[in-house]
C-alpha cells in the first residue's frame, strides 16, 4: 500500500502505475485545468446563473402580497436533498468496494470529488427551494391563465385533434391506466433521487459538471416559463374529459384532490394562510418531461441499456402526463425540447476532451 500525497488515502502500488500510465486516470477522465478551476473560488457559469435566479426569486417572493414561509427556502428542498445524500452515500460506498475488489484506481482525487459534490448541493438545494416557494405562488405573480390558449394551440399543433380527448379515449383499459399512474406518480420521484446521485458520480468531471449544468438550468428556465404563461392544466379547467380514466388511476386522483384545495385557497382567499404540499400547479412545459429527456440524453454515453431504459420512461411519462390531465401535449413537446436543450448548454459549457467520450446531442460524426 502507498499513501496517495494529494489525498492521504492509501492506494495499491498497481493502482499507483496505472495512474502514471494513464493520462485519463490521472485526470479522472478530465483536463488537469478543470480540476484546478473547480478548487478555486472563481464560479462556473452554471452557478452565476444559479445565484441570479435565486436573487431575483427571492426579490419577487419579498414582494408578494403575502408573507411566504421564509424557511421554505431551507426546508422546501430538503426531503428531495435527503433523498440525493442517502443515494449517494450508498453509491459511493458500493464504488468504492466495487474499485478496491477490481484493483482499479479512484477516477477523482478523494479531495475534488467531495468539493464538486459540495458546490454541487451548494447550487442545487437554493434552486430547488426558490422554484418550489414561485411555483405555490404564481398565480399571486402573474395572475393571467392560458389554458383556452394552450386547449386550441394543442388542437392547432397536431391538425385540429385534441390529445386530451383522443388518448383519453384510446387508453380506457384498467390495467395499463392502474400502470400508468404508477409510473407518473410514484416512479418518477424514485427516478430523480436515483438517476441524479447516478449523473453525479459518473467518471469524467467533465460529465458531471454538464449534467449539474443543464439541471439546474431545467428548473431554473421552467420557473421562468411557468411565471411567464401559467396554466392550471386541462384537469383543473375541463375535468369532464378525465373522468373515465381517473377512476383506476387513485394515485393520480388523491394528489389532484389535494392541488385542487392548494388552487381553491390560492385563488379564492390568496391572503389567507395556506399549508403547501405539492406547490400547487403549473402545466407550461412539463417539467417531468424535461427532467427524464434529460436523464435519457445524459445516460446516453454511460450505458446503452439505461439509455433506452429511459427513453421508455419518457414515453410513458409523455402519455401519463395527458392522461392525468395535468398537462396539454403541447406541454410534454415544450417539456422535451427543455430537457434536450439543456443537455446541448451543459455540454457547450463542459465538451469533452479530445477522445473523450462524452459526445453532445449535436455533434456531427
Same mark, same amino acid.
Given at each position: ?183 407518473? %406518480?410514484?416512479?418518477? !420521484?424514485?427516478?430523480? +433521487? =436515483?438517476? #441524479?446521485? *447516478?449523473? /453525479? @458520480? ?100 454511460? %450505458?446503452?441499456?439505461? !439509455?433506452?431504459?429511459? +427513453? =421508455?420512461? #419518457?414515453? *410513458?411519462? /409523455? @402519455? ?46
Amino acid at each position: 500500500m502507498i499513501l496517495e500525497a494529494e489525498s492521504g488515502v492509501a492506494e495499491r502500488r498497481e493502482e499507483i502505475e496505472y495512474r502514471q500510465k494513464q493520462p485519463a486516470a490521472r485526470d479522472g477522465g478530465a483536463p488537469r485545468d478543470l480540476q484546478v478551476r473547480l478548487r478555486s473560488w472563481r464560479p462556473f457559469p452554471h452557478e452565476v446563473a444559479a445565484l441570479l435566479y435565486v436573487v431575483v426569486g427571492v426579490f419577487l417572493l419579498e414582494r408578494l402580497p403575502v408573507t411566504y414561509p421564509r424557511e421554505g427556502l431551507v426546508i422546501a428542498a430538503s426531503m428531495p436533498a435527503a433523498g440525493f445524500g442517502v443515494c449517494t452515500a450508498v453509491l459511493l460506498g458500493v464504488r468504492e468496494l466495487l474499485r478496491r475488489r477490481k484493483g482499479r484506481p479512484r477516477e477523482l482525487p478523494p479531495a475534488v470529488e467531495a468539493l464538486f459534490l459540495f458546490r454541487a448541493i451548494v447550487v442545487l438545494f437554493p434552486v430547488l427551494s426558490v422554484h418550489f416557494l414561485l411555483k405555490s405562488f404564481i398565480w399571486l405573480v402573474n395572475p393571467r391563465t392560458w389554458d383556452v390558449f394552450l386547449w386550441d394551440l394543442d388542437r392547432a399543433v397536431h391538425l385540429g385533434l385534441s390529445p386530451s380527448l383522443f388518448l383519453t379515449g384510446a387508453f380506457t383499459g384498467r390495467g395499463f391506466l392502474r400502470f400508468l399512474d404508477l409510473v407518473y %406518480s410514484n416512479v418518477y !420521484f424514485l427516478l430523480i +433521487v =436515483v438517476s #441524479v446521485p *447516478l449523473l /453525479l @458520480l459518473v467518471r469524467e468531471l467533465n460529465r458531471r459538471l454538464a449534467f449539474l449544468a443543464a439541471y439546474a438550468f431545467v428548473w431554473m428556465a421552467g420557473s421562468v416559463a411557468y411565471l411567464a404563461f401559467p396554466a392550471w392544466g386541462p384537469v383543473f379547467v375541463f375535468p369532464d374529459v378525465f373522468e373515465d380514466v381517473l377512476r383506476y388511476m387513485p394515485g393520480t386522483v388523491s394528489v389532484q384532490e389535494v392541488l385542487f384545495r392548494e388552487i381553491h385557497s390560492l385563488v379564492n382567499a390568496p391572503l389567507a394562510p395556506r399549508i403547501l404540499r405539492f406547490g400547487c400547479v403549473a402545466a407550461f412545459p412539463s417539467l417531468h418531461l424535461a427532467v427524464v429527456t434529460l436523464f435519457a440524453a445524459a445516460s446516453r454515453p454511460v %450505458s446503452r441499456a439505461w !439509455f433506452v431504459a429511459n +427513453v =421508455v420512461v #419518457v414515453v *410513458l411519462m /409523455l @402519455l401519463g402526463s395527458v392522461v392525468t390531465g395535468y398537462h396539454y401535449l403541447v406541454d410534454g413537446w415544450a417539456g422535451i425540447a427543455l430537457g434536450l436543450g439543456a443537455f446541448a448548454l451543459g455540454s457547450r459549457l463542459f465538451p469533452a476532451t479530445p477522445g473523450g467520450v462524452f459526445p453532445t446531442l449535436l455533434q456531427r460524426p
